[in-house]
């Protein structure tokens, strides 16, 4: 067989993609900061420290080794991007974004909940100028 030239194809790969994971109607994955998760029948108080749930954070600098398909090492490997994080607009400030320990392909936010009205808010991750999807989380009034 003789070989055959193809066309060629250029792809943009972007280093992250971040996906905030979702329940029920809209609703982000976050953990309170008494460790239950975050509903409009459980909200998060103003000044909270709270957990969301995501995908696609991008490069870290592992706290161990990283294998292909395997858990993420123990300890702290956070992104090595800059990242923002708001809550219906406001900023919220953040303290980590990086793997989970211990589980596959899974990142964590951790940040304080801004100082706003009770009601339900957006939530959005922005990682190296890509924002993420923007489920709400519940705050009490």
Do not use: C, R, W
């Not at 990242?83 to 990142?107: E, H, K, N, R």
């Not at 964590?108 to 009205?117: G, S």
């Amino acid at each position: 067989m003789e070989p055959h030239e193809g066309n060629a194809v250029t792809l943009n790969v972007i280093p992250a993609a971040v996906g905030i994971f979702e329940y029920g109607q809209n609703q982000a994955v976050v953990q309170n900061s008494n460790y239950s998760v975050n509903s409009a029948s459980n909200p998060s108080h103003p000044g909270d420290f709270v957990v969301a749930d995501l995908t696609g954070g991008g490069p870290v600098n592992p706290a161990g080794p990283l294998e292909t398909g395997g858990a993420s090492p123990s300890g702290v490997s956070p992104t090595t991007l800059n990242y923002s994080i708001s809550v219906g607009g406001q900023s919220a400030v953040p303290y980590y974004l990086g793997l989970t320990p211990g589980f596959v392909g899974l990142y964590q936010a951790n940040f304080k909940v801004p100082n706003l009205a009770g009601g339900e808010y957006p939530l959005l991750i922005t990682v190296n100028g890509v924002s993420s999807n923007a489920p709400v989380i519940s705050i009490a009034p």
